[in-house]
Nanobody, 123 residues
Framework: QMHLVESGGGLVQAGGSLRLSCATSGRTFSNYVMGWFRQAPGKERKWVAVINWSGGMTDYVDSVKGRFTISRDNAKNTVYLQMDSLKPEDAAVYYC????????????????WGQGTQVTVSS
């Protein structure tokens, strides 16, 4: 069992930045592809970004390309999501997740999920 704990959410003004972290334990972190998802009130949870085992390959949903950056530190068993130029429509609960395979990048089929962290963007 892998345990994932997100942190770094909060309230930010539009145009601002936040850095989310997802600390993991219980499994060998470097064996897992990591993803970030978000769920706005009343909407389905949607994929945001994915990073492969080494960090050398990433992919993003079109709406965040150029604004969000996913990264990982395998020595710290942690994945990050740097969010810049935030917009009100980015407001959601953000979840990190882990799985063994990379493809397809936008898949929502993950083995382990965190509990989420709230991101609020004021206009």
């Amino acid at each position: 069992q892998m345990h994932l704990v997100e942190s770094g959410g909060g309230l930010v003004q539009a145009g601002g930045s936040l850095r989310l972290s997802c600390a993991t334990s219980g499994r060998t972190f470097s064996n897992y592809v990591m993803g970030w998802f978000r769920q706005a009130p009343g909407k389905e949870r949607k994929w945001v970004a994915v990073i492969n085992w080494s960090g050398g390959m990433t992919d993003y949903v079109d709406s965040v390309k150029g604004r969000f950056t996913i990264s990982r530190d395998n020595a710290k068993n942690t994945v990050y999501l740097q969010m810049d130029s935030l917009k009100p429509e980015d407001a959601a609960v953000y979840y990190c997740a882990a799985r063994r395979s990379y493809d397809p990048p936008a898949s929502s089929k993950y083995d382990y999920w965190g509990q989420g962290t709230q991101v609020t963007v004021s206009s």
